[in-house]
């Protein structure tokens, strides 16, 4: 048993008891004591407050959850965005059910638009990921009238959620909701286009709009 | 008719070089024998980060023996990963794991080609499984990792690799330094694995001498000894207490039925010496 914390961790450490800490990302757990797998420094996340003392006695509330352990994890310092930073580890990432990902529109068949994989959360990936917008997860209403032509066009880049881990060459993304969809799309004629509402893009010199799915920009 | 085409050399035909022996070769033949003691390992030099490109990278250098022609062992280890599969590969939910082990050509005194060649796809396949007990797989679904391992320098003494033909044995040491050197650039890569993984190499030797007995020594130089009797050559994960890849050749006595036992102990212990260069060398890439 560790008395004092350590701060930095090699694969295979051991950092505390599953009584005392839950696992968190860069950890795993053997013989009810938890150990590091990465090499980096030590974080430990307090739990959200435990709900005061029960009002009312008649009131059957669920058992005290297991959040309530701080959650240990061992984090490698992941490309950042500024040059100063000493140590420009990258690390790789790798897309997850429910993460945000923008990504690039490679082409469009009429039931599904394949596109690469750019960002994942906030970091610049390393490998090319390819993922697939069926055209029933492009929108949330009116599903079966959905033409893909005017949802995505190649090039657009585009925000959307990975809804599965998929097959062998593709992962399933979803843009179906307001804040997901086309952020930045290029006309036809060659120019940059602002969104004008959930389904139209006007191109800014020409002034015709072309149809997509719009990611609400608020 | 003269082909104009190229610069070409001389015309004539060119004679070869042929170098002569080293002077020094009766004083290698008979040999000082092993100057460290039965449970000791060499020095070893160990740093990650170096190939900024890769994902992960390590260096690892074994200390020179003192004798001339003698000198360590010298591996570079890129790890690039975790990456997409190929689109034809079939979905896989764990990590793909490829290991890839050369010697370069000038690595050895006898030069060795530029494709790999059946022992070094052996040495792979040894280190592919001594790393697959160690990386957590299943947090990598449908990606690949590539560990690839150039041998800059043999472990082996010239004079005698080329009359007694030991290179079995320098291919233990060099597995050994591969797995440590591959389990640095696997944590500098920030792949998940469950502990540190090194190797250690233990062999019953025999020396010189009418009534030497044959005995357990660690991490052995082939030419300190007369003969090397049996070598094994093992990957130990230290806080799990586990071995993740056994590679046992060689020629036991039938009289001992202990003796497998023991030189698999031996390298457990070869193991732990070298895991504690590994900790430290981590530890301070860390800080």
């Known amino acids: 048993m560790t008395t004092s914390n350590p701060t930095l961790a090699i694969p295979g450490q051991l950092l505390g008891s599953t009584s005392k800490y839950q696992p968190g990302p860069g950890t795993h757990i053997h013989n009810h004591n938890v150990h590091a797998s990465l090499m980096g420094t030590v974080h430990i996340a307090q739990p959200a407050k435990a709900p005061g003392p029960v009002k009312r006695l008649t009131k059957i509330t669920p058992a005290p959850a297991p959040a309530e352990l701080p959650t240990i994890s061992v984090a490698v310092p992941t490309r950042s965005a500024g040059p100063d930073h000493a140590s420009q580890k990258k690390r790789e990432v790798l897309p997850e059910v429910g993460n945000v990902v923008l990504c690039r529109v490679i082409r469009i068949t009429p039931r599904q638009a394949v596109v690469a994989i750019l960002v994942c959360g906030d970091t610049v990936l390393d490998a090319e990921w390819q993922g697939l917008i069926r055209v029933q997860d492009v929108r949330a209403t009116e599903k079966d009238r959905v033409k893909i032509y005017e949802s995505f066009r190649p090039g657009d880049i585009v925000r959307a959620e990975v809804i599965s881990l998929g097959d062998q060459a593709n992962y399933y993304l979803s843009t179906a909701r307001n804040e997901l969809g086309v952020i930045l799309a290029t006309s036809e004629a060659g120019n940059a286009m602002h969104p004008v509402s959930w389904k139209e893009y006007r191109d800014s010199e020409t002034g015709l709009t072309e149809l997509r799915k719009v990611a609400k920009p608020y | ?287």
């Not at chain 2, 020179?64 to 190929?86: A, I, Q």
């Not at chain 2, 957590?136 to 590539?146: Q, Y």
């Not at chain 2, 094994?232 to 060689?250: H, M, Q, S």
């Not at chain 2, 732990?272 to 590994?278: D, G, K, P």
Request: glycine share 10%.
């Open chain 2, 1 to 287: 008719m003269a082909d104009r085409r190229r610069i070409n050399g001389p015309p004539g035909s060119t004679i070869p070089p042929v170098f002569e022996d080293d002077a020094g070769q009766p004083e290698i033949m008979n040999g000082k024998g092993r100057d460290r003691a039965p449970n000791t390992i060499r020095k070893m030099f160990l740093k990650t980060g170096v190939t900024p490109s890769a994902s992960g990278s390590a260096y690892l250098e074994f200390e020179d023996s003192g004798k001339s022609g003698v000198s360590g062992l010298k591996l570079s280890c890129t790890v690039h990963g975790p990456r997409s599969l190929p689109r034809s590969s079939p979905f896989s939910p764990h990590i793909v794991l490829s290991a890839h082990i050369k010697y370069a050509p000038f690595a050895t005194k006898q030069r060795r080609g530029y494709l790999r060649d059946p022992s070094e796809r052996d040495l792979g396949t040894h280190l592919e499984t001594a790393l697959r007990g160690a990386i957590i797989a299943d947090r990598w679904p449908k990606s690949g990792v590539d560990i690839i391992i150039s041998i800059i320098e043999g472990d082996q003494d010239r004079e005698t690799s080329k009359s007694q033909g030991d290179e079995t044995w320098d291919m233990m040491n060099a597995l050994s330094g591969c797995i440590t050197v591959a389990s640095a650039a696997l944590a500098d890569a920030g792949i998940d694995c469950v502990d540190t993984v090194a190797g250690g190499v233990a062999a019953l030797v025999q020396d010189a001498g009418e009534d030497s007995t044959p005995r357990i020594v660690v991490d052995p130089i082939p030419s300190d000894h007369e003969k090397v009797l049996g070598a094994c050559c093992i990957a130990y994960l230290p806080t799990r207490d586990e071995v993740t890849n056994l590679w046992f050749k060689g020629d036991l006595p039938a009289s001992d039925a202990g003796l497998y036992t023991q030189l698999v102990e031996n390298g457990m212990q070869a193991s732990r010496n070298a895991n504690r260069v590994l900790v430290e060398c981590l530890g301070e890439a860390t800080s």
